[in-house]
């Protein structure tokens, strides 16, 4: 019998080891409707309003004010705001994901670039612009664990980073021509690349 057993049990490893010709079920084609500037305009720039917000020094008048999340309640709702930022990055850079809808056009011609501009800068380098959405979600990760370890000076530092992957993405991509945008990013120490 524990042989019977022992054949039966090599016989089933044999099987389950047994490479199938099959193809792999195809991933579920999913839409995207949603364009960058949607992505941007109902989740990136709220939520990194809400951070931005969340921590902060205030010199009036009356002196220093120092603003931080307080209340368990508090830290949670910065947490939930911060992991917006961290998988949108996920979402803007997705493949087809067009930057806005067809005929949009910019909403300030002067200093910022058409749609369709920003579309073919990155579309001639692609691994670039990754690399920027990458340097955002580096930012939210750095966020995200001050945030669980309630360290608000560390949370400031992360925005500070957040701040600077978002401009250094901008100045590139949707207004490279504006020369007061771009002196202030210098006078800020802030790398253009």
């Given at each position: 019998m524990k042989t019977y057993g022992l054949f039966l049990i090599v016989i089933l490893t044999s099987v389950a080891c047994t490479k199938t010709d099959a193809p792999a079920p195809a991933a579920p084609q999913l839409s995207r409707p949603a364009t960058i500037r949607d992505i941007m305009d109902s989740m990136v720039d709220p939520s990194?309003?809400?951070?931005?917000?969340?921590?902060?020094?205030?010199?009036?008048?009356k002196g220093i004010q120092q603003i931080a999340p307080q209340t368990d309640e508090d830290w949670a709702m910065v947490r939930r705001h911060a992991f917006i930022l961290l998988e949108a990055p996920n979402l803007i850079t997705m493949e087809g994901r067009k930057v806005a809808g067809s005929g949009e056009k910019a909403e300030f011609p002067e200093v910022e670039l058409h749609p369709e501009e920003i579309q073919r800068l990155i579309d001639a380098d692609r691994p670039?612009?990754?690399?920027?959405?990458?340097?955002?979600?580096?930012?939210?990760?750095?966020a995200l664990k001050a945030i669980d370890s309630k360290d608000k000076d560390e949370l400031f530092k992360a925005l500070v980073s957040i701040d600077h992957a978002c401009e250094n993405c901008h100045l590139h991509y949707w207004y490279p021509n504006d020369k007061r945008a771009l002196e202030a990013a210098r006078e800020e120490g802030l790398t253009i690349d």
């Open positions: 990194g309003d809400f951070l931005f917000e969340s921590v902060r020094e205030i010199v009036d008048e670039s612009f990754i690399r920027r959405a990458k340097r955002l979600q580096d930012s939210a990760a750095a």
